[in-house]
């Protein structure tokens, strides 16, 4: 099977373009990812995990319409068509990165992702695996009376894009990401109060017990309900579940409907490597 046939064009921005250019643009194509051109040419490559762990663990004083993109994006990883996907799981795995490049340093072609890998598993990998066999155990979790610089902050330390809500009787009812912070980003930039901070209030609003960190709860920024999943379900219809909902993860229960774990991408791009 080609990996070109599982390959798209990248969606690019320019090379002066700032986080807050990248953040709307992230937002209006819901994708995860941008690749930074230069005159015609690709230079690296910028994704929502990037830009979030950088939007709210950096001190500058500067405001996302004041920060080049160019300050946090990485290189591209880039190889040839012969490639096999099993080959390109296992580099995706092994760099801890989310997509590949297919071309050369003077023309890059198509970009594969995780996305299109979990494709690729759910049309030709039926009934290869369960979502028991492959889904993280832990997960991390808050609840809706958290204060949102809480949220935040546990985030940052472990390192993670997405945190499941639960409410005062334990029961799961939502999920906080990146994408849900970005679009309060953009939402409280646009408000009178914020007019002329360039979103520095903002963005050390999230992690600030001055700030409206604190008065905003997790309830408040939360996008409610849980896209979820039976461990014992086929872990291509997983891989469907994934894409019909553009979402990166699933909330995986188990016999007695409580939560057993998370099922994600990049879960199947390591079973698909294996």
């Given at each position: 099977?080609?990996?070109?046939?599982?390959?798209?064009?990248?969606?690019?921005?320019?090379k002066?373009?700032?986080?807050?250019?990248?953040?709307?643009?992230?937002?209006?194509?819901?994708?995860?990812?941008?690749?930074?051109?230069?005159?015609?040419?690709?230079?690296?490559?910028?994704?929502?995990?990037?830009i979030?762990?950088?939007?709210?663990?950096e001190?500058?004083?500067?405001?996302?319409?004041?920060?080049p993109?160019?300050?946090?994006?990485?290189?591209i990883?880039?190889?040839g068509?012969?490639?096999?996907?099993?080959?390109?799981?296992?580099?995706?795995?092994?760099?801890?990165?989310?997509?590949?490049?297919?071309?050369s340093?003077?023309?890059?072609?198509?970009?594969?992702?995780?996305?299109?890998?979990?494709?690729y598993?759910?049309?030709?990998?039926?009934?290869?695996?369960?979502?028991?066999?492959?889904?993280?155990?832990?997960?991390?979790?808050?609840?809706?009376?958290?204060?949102?610089y809480k949220?935040?902050r546990?985030?940052?330390?472990?390192k993670?894009?997405?945190?499941?809500?639960?409410?005062?009787?334990?029961?799961?009812?939502?999920?906080?990401?990146?994408r849900?912070?970005f679009?309060?980003?953009?939402?409280?930039?646009?408000e009178?109060?914020?007019?002329?901070?360039?979103?520095?209030?903002?963005?050390?609003?999230?992690?600030?017990?001055?700030?409206?960190?604190?008065?905003?709860?997790?309830?408040?920024?939360?996008?409610?309900?849980?896209?979820?999943?039976?461990?014992n379900?086929?872990?291509?219809?997983?891989?469907?579940?994934?894409?019909?909902?553009?979402?990166?993860?699933?909330?995986?229960?188990?016999?007695?409907?409580?939560?057993?774990?998370?099922?994600?991408?990049?879960d199947?791009?390591?079973?698909?490597?294996?």
């Amino acid at each position: 099977m080609s990996i070109v046939e599982f390959s798209n064009k990248p969606i690019t921005i320019i090379k002066n373009s700032t986080i807050s250019d990248a953040i709307k643009m992230l937002l209006n194509t819901k994708i995860s990812r941008l690749i930074v051109n230069d005159g015609g040419k690709h230079i690296g490559i910028i994704t929502e995990k990037d830009i979030g762990f950088f939007l709210f663990s950096e001190t500058t004083k500067k405001g996302l319409e004041e920060i080049p993109i160019i300050d946090i994006m990485k290189p591209i990883e880039i190889v040839g068509e012969e490639i096999t996907l099993k080959n390109a799981a296992k580099i995706m795995i092994e760099k801890r990165i989310s997509s590949l490049y297919i071309g050369s340093d003077q023309e890059i072609k198509l970009i594969v992702t995780k996305s299109d890998l979990v494709k690729y598993f759910a049309r030709r990998l039926s009934g290869k695996n369960k979502v028991v066999d492959f889904m993280t155990h832990n997960y991390e979790f808050t609840h809706t009376a958290a204060p949102l610089y809480k949220v935040v902050r546990k985030m940052l330390e472990k390192k993670i894009s997405r945190i499941i809500v639960k409410n005062q009787q334990e029961e799961p009812v939502g999920i906080i990401s990146f994408r849900d912070l970005f679009r309060i980003s953009i939402e409280l930039g646009s408000e009178d109060d914020f007019s002329g901070t360039n979103f520095e209030n903002v963005r050390r609003g999230f992690l600030s017990e001055e700030g409206f960190g604190d008065i905003s709860l997790a309830r408040d920024v939360m996008t409610k309900g849980l896209i979820t999943i039976k461990f014992n379900e086929d872990l291509a219809e997983a891989c469907n579940v994934l894409l019909e909902n553009n979402v990166s993860g699933l909330v995986v229960l188990d016999g007695n409907n409580t939560i057993a774990g998370i099922i994600s991408k990049s879960d199947v791009t390591k079973a698909l490597a294996s």
